[in-house]
């Protein structure tokens, strides 16, 4: 199994600009999560799905964040318009429904905004 | 309530020696407790988890201690390694199935 596979690795981009991370999560896990890491607030929980169904979005920011996912293998979180403030690594992360098990993340996406 | 918190935030250990990690919970309903491990320019890794139903698990040189009543857990990394030098994320999880992490412990082991 290639494991959680993100996209891009890493993107810089001007402030205001629209900015689309990607994820694709493990074959057979319907659950699905994004978190952002920073230095000063760790690894925080952005939003998750169960079976492709957003389930809790209480940790996106604001309403420049958003993310979908149409159908069990690919999700992606999106800001618009993006900020400096919103530099961070951001990880997606998957495993099987309902659990905490087997929670595997991928390699993240580092975002810099200038 | 949803909080987990970690100490000490850095680490540094000489080779051989024994690290600590610890950390809290205050949810009643979290009922896995995982250590993950990262590597710079890596995502976490599962290292090691635990259910409240034991008080102790051992997997090679690394340990998770649980102690219930006092809604604590640590992780103890004997005979440690400069390959074991990472940032340690304790979390805890619930069956709602989203996992809560501790803010990191960043290790240096010194050769």
């Known amino acids: 199994d290639a494991g959680v596979i993100q996209s891009p690795r890493h993107e810089v981009t001007e402030m205001g600009q629209e900015v689309t991370l990607r994820c694709k999560p493990i074959?057979?896990?319907?659950?699905l999560f994004w978190y952002r890491q920073t230095m000063m607030r760790g690894l925080e929980l952005l939003i998750y799905?169960?079976?492709?169904?957003?389930?809790?979005d209480s940790g996106m920011p604001e309403d420049r964040f958003s993310a979908k996912m149409p159908n069990a293998s690919f999700s992606t979180l999106k800001i618009q318009p993006s900020e400096p403030r919103d530099s961070a690594v951001y990880f997606c992360?998957?495993?099987?429904?309902?659990?905490?098990?087997?929670?595997?993340f991928g390699s993240g996406t580092r975002l810099t905004v200038v | 309530q949803q909080q987990v918190k970690q100490s000490p935030q850095s680490l540094i250990v000489q080779k051989g020696g024994i690290s600590i990690i610890n950390c809290a919970y205050e949810n009643t309903a979290f009922d896995y407790f995982p250590w993950y491990q990262q590597f710079p320019g890596k995502g976490p890794a599962l290292l090691i988890a635990?259910?409240?139903?034991?008080s102790e698990k051992k997997e090679g040189r690394f340990t998770i201690s649980f102690n219930k009543s006092a809604k604590q857990f640590s992780l103890h990394i004997m005979d440690s390694q400069p390959g074991d030098s990472a940032t340690y994320f304790c979390a805890a999880g619930g069956s709602q199935g989203n996992l809560i992490f501790g803010k990191g412990t960043k290790l240096s082991v010194k050769p």
């Open positions: 799905f169960n079976n492709n169904v957003p389930i809790d």
């Open positions: 992360a998957s495993s099987l429904s309902g659990t905490s098990f087997g929670y595997t």
């Open positions: 635990i259910r409240p139903d034991v």
């Open positions: 074959s057979g896990h319907n659950s």
